[in-house]
């Protein structure tokens, strides 16, 4: 299979994958900690649209970045898509504590690292499949 469509099938492996397992998290996790320390700014009904677009471009550009470099043991693909998550999500987190004045200082550090586990995880299962489907 050529690289472009083994990319298309990681990022349909990997999307379902972030997804689910954020919502998990979402709902478990993260719904305790922002409503104890900014339930003041938040709404009611999360908006679906943005985070509907987050997911795709998210899982895209990991999905695309490690596909550049097929041959990079699954260690080093988890690694890259760890180190894109931390990005993307110390660029949310660190920008919030910046600039809303009820963003808890204790929500940075379990946002960090929630963001950047999914995505190495999201990639790394989605790498796994690929490889045992000899994909």
Not at 51 to 75: D, G, K, N
Request: net charge positive; no cysteine.
């Amino acid at each position: 299979m050529n690289n472009m469509l083994k990319t298309l099938y990681n990022y349909l492996i990997s999307l379902p994958v972030f997804f689910f397992l954020d919502i998990v998290w979402i709902q478990f996790v993260a719904n305790r900690l922002y409503n104890k320390y900014i339930s003041d700014i938040l709404i009611t009904d999360p908006r679906t649209l943005p985070t509907l677009l987050f997911y795709l471009i998210h899982v895209a550009v990991l999905t695309i970045v490690i596909s550049i470099s097929p041959a990079l043991p699954l260690w080093k693909k988890f690694v890259i898509a760890f180190l894109i998550g931390l990005t993307a999500y110390a660029t949310f987190s660190l920008t919030n504590y910046a600039i809303l004045a009820s963003w808890s200082k204790s929500l940075i550090l379990p946002d960090i690292l929630w963001g950047s586990f999914l995505s190495g995880f999201s990639i790394l299962i989605a790498q796994y499949i690929t490889n045992i489907k000899n994909v």
